[in-house]
C-alpha cells in the first residue's frame, strides 16, 4: 500500500476531560498538506496522535509507511554531538572501526547497506545551511534555528514516508526558510506541515482547514485556500439573508392567518347570537372552523420551525472565528526618559552591544540564527549578565520569551496570571483571559495541557496584567506561536502601545504593523539599520 494516513471516527480528550476530537474522519495521500486552524483547535495534538506519541481514546489513527515527526519545541541535549543528533552515531562509529582494521561482523551490520551515511550527512547540512557544522560538534554550540534544521536534516537522513513538521520555520532567519522552502518543495512523500508561515504554505499542494473538530481539505496553496473561502463564506452570508427573510415571511403569514380565522370566528359567533341560523348548523360550523383553525396553525409553525431551521444551518456555515483583545498597560513614558542603558556590553558568543533607549521608542533587534539576539535580549533581563560591560534599566521591564517557559505547568491559567498580579481580583483576572480567550472552564485548564498558541497567550496575558505596569517589554520571536488573527491583533495593540518596546523578530509584515521605528541589526556588533524593503531579509 502506498504510503498515506487514515484518521477514522477519531476521539481524543486530555486527562481533565477536555475534548479534542470527537469522530474525526480524512485520508490524506502523497503530497505536501498545510494543516492550518485557529490557536487550540488540535493542529499540534493531531500530529502527536499520526506520529504514535499520544493514543485514541477511539477510532484509529494509521500511517502506512515509517513516520518521521519534528515537534514544535525541539529539546536536544546540549551534550548530544551532531552525528547523534542525526541518529547515524552507530554508523559512525562502525565505519571509523572498520577504518581502524576492526572487521567485525557487528560493524558490518551496524553499517548495513549505507556506506556513504557519511557523505549524505554532510551533504545534507550543506543543502540546509548547516555545512559549517561538523558531525563531532555538539549541539550545545550552535543556535535555535540551527537545532531546528538539524532536527529536520535528521528526518531528511532518514526518509521516511511520511514526514510531520509542527511550524518547522518558527526561530529561523530568512536564509533558512528559503533552505527550508526549497527541501520541502522537493518532497516526494506524505508531508503535513503546521504553519502559519504563510510563505512556506505557499509550497504545499492541498490545506487542511481545522475547524471545530472538523477536516476539510482544499486544493491547492493557502492563497487558493484563502480565495475558496471567501467565495464560501459569501455565498453563506447571502443564504443567511435568504433564510432571515423567508423566516420574516412566515411569521408575516402566520399572522395574517391567524388575523384571517380570528375574523371568521367573530362573524360566525355573530351569525349565532342572531338567531338567523339554527343552532346545530352553528355548532357545526364552529366544530369546522376549530379544526381549520387548528390545522392552519400547525402547518404555519411547521413551515416557520423549517424556516428557522434553515436559518441555523445556514448560520452554522459562516465562520464566527474568536480573536484575541490585546490591552497593553496604559503605560505612558516621556519622550525624553532614559529607558535602557547598554554600556561596552560583550555577549557570551562574543558580539559588542551599546545602546540608549529613551521614551517610548520602538526597536526592532535584527540578526541571522546564532547572532545573540535571544542573549542580548536576556543580558537586558538579568537572566544571563554578560560577561563584560553594564546593564542598567531605569523602568519595570517585561520579557516574553522564545521558549515561553515563565508559566507553571502544574497550575491554571488562571493561577498562573494571580501569581504575576497578587494585588488583582477574581474578576479583574477572569476578564482579562476571556480577552486572550480564556473563558470560563479554559481558564481553570493546566498549562500543561496548551497548545503552542494558548501558551503564548496565557504567558502574554500574565505579563500585561503584572505588576508593576511594564513600560519596556521586550519581545524575543512572538508570533512564533500564533494563529494569523492574533498576530494581526497583537501588532494593532502594540502599534498603540505607549512604553518602549524591543522585538527580535524575522517576521517583517509584522514589525512593520507594529509600528517600529528604529532598526538595529545584531552581527558580532550592535548596530543601526534602515527599514527593510518588503522584499530584504531581515534575519
Do not use: C
Not at 503530497?31 to 493531531?46: D, P, Y
Amino acid at each position: 500500500m502506498s504510503a498515506s494516513i487514515a484518521v477514522s471516527d477519531l476521539g481524543f480528550r486530555w486527562p481533565d476531560g477536555a475534548v479534542v476530537f470527537d469522530g474525526l474522519s480524512f485520508t490524506l495521500g502523497p503530497g505536501r498538506t498545510g494543516l492550518i486552524g485557529a490557536n487550540g483547535s488540535g493542529k499540534s495534538t493531531l500530529l502527536r496522535l499520526i506520529a504514535g506519541e499520544l493514543k485514541p481514546a477511539r477510532g484509529s489513527v494509521e500511517a502506512f509507511g515509517s513516520v518521521g515527526y519534528l515537534p514544535q519545541e525541539l529539546t536536544l541535549r546540549s551534550t548530544l554531538r551532531i552525528g547523534e543528533a542525526l541518529g547515524i552515531a552507530t554508523q559512525l562509529r562502525a565505519l571509523a572501526a572498520i577504518e581502524r582494521g576492526d572487521a567485525s561482523p557487528e560493524n558490518f551490520a551496524d553499517v548495513g547497506d549505507d556506506w556513504d551515511v557519511t557523505e549524505r550527512a554532510e551533504a545534507t547540512l550543506a543543502r540546509l545551511g548547516l555545512g559549517h557544522l561538523g558531525l563531532d560538534r555538539t549541539v550545545g554550540e550552535i543556535s535555535g534555528g540551527e537545532a531546528v534544521l538539524l532536527g529536520l536534516a535528521a528526518q531528511f537522513l532518514r526518509r521516511p514516508d511520511v514526514l510531520l513538521l509542527d511550524e518547522p520555520t518558527n526561530n529561523l532567519d530568512v536564509a533558512a526558510r528559503g533552505r527550508l522552502y526549497q527541501a520541502v518543495t522537493s518532497w516526494r512523500g506524505v508531508m503535513v506541515i503546521v504553519s502559519h508561515d504563510r510563505v512556506l504554505l505557499e509550497h504545499v499542494d492541498q490545506i487542511a482547514d481545522l475547524r471545530e473538530g472538523e477536516i476539510r481539505l482544499y486544493g491547492g496553496t493557502l492563497a487558493d485556500h484563502d480565495e475558496a473561502v471567501a467565495v464560501e463564506q459569501d455565498a453563506a452570508r447571502r443564504a443567511v439573508r435568504t433564510a432571515e427573510g423567508d423566516l420574516r415571511k412566515q411569521q408575516r403569514e402566520l399572522i395574517e392567518a391567524r388575523t384571517k380565522l380570528d375574523r371568521r370566528r367573530r362573524y360566525g359567533e355573530k351569525l349565532g347570537e342572531s338567531g338567523s341560523l339554527p343552532r346545530i348548523l352553528v355548532g357545526a360550523r364552529k366544530r369546522a372552523a376549530q379544526v381549520s383553525a387548528g390545522k392552519h396553525r400547525i402547518m404555519h409553525e411547521e413551515k416557520i420551525e423549517q424556516a428557522q431551521q434553515r436559518l441555523t444551518d445556514a448560520e452554522g456555515a459562516v465562520w464566527d472565528d474568536d480573536e484575541i483583545r490585546v490591552d497593553l498597560p496604559g503605560t505612558v513614558v516621556p519622550a525624553g526618559r532614559t529607558v535602557l542603558t547598554l554600556s561596552n556590553v560583550v555577549l557570551r558568543n562574543g558580539a559588542r552591544a551599546s545602546l540608549d533607549v529613551r521614551g517610548p521608542e520602538r526597536i526592532a533587534l535584527l540578526g541571522a540564527n546564532g547572532a545573540g539576539k535571544t542573549t542580548l535580549l536576556q543580558a537586558i533581563t538579568g537572566e544571563l549578565p554578560p560577561p563584560e560591560g553594564t546593564v542598567q534599566a531605569a523602568v519595570p521591564l517585561r520579557y516574553l520569551p522564545q521558549r515561553l517557559d515563565l508559566l507553571d505547568d502544574a497550575a491554571t491559567v488562571a493561577a498562573n496570571v494571580a501569581a504575576f498580579a497578587p494585588g488583582a481580583s477574581v474578576n479583574t483576572i477572569r476578564a482579562q483571559l476571556a480577552r486572550f480567550l480564556f473563558r470560563g472552564e479554559r481558564a481553570d485548564q493546566q498549562v500543561r495541557t496548551l497548545s503552542g498558541g494558548e501558551r503564548f497567550r496565557a504567558t502574554l496575558a500574565a505579563l500585561l496584567l503584572a505588576e508593576p505596569p511594564p513600560q519596556l517589554l521586550l519581545l524575543d520571536e512572538p508570533t512564533n506561536n500564533l494563529d494569523l488573527a492574533s498576530s494581526r491583533q497583537l501588532a494593532q495593540a502594540l502599534s498603540g502601545y505607549r512604553g518602549a518596546l524591543i522585538v527580535a523578530s524575522h517576521d517583517l509584515p509584522f514589525l512593520q504593523a507594529a509600528g517600529i521605528g528604529r532598526w538595529l541589526r545584531l552581527d558580532g556588533q550592535l548596530t543601526e539599520a534602515g527599514a527593510p524593503a518588503s522584499d530584504e531579509p531581515v534575519g
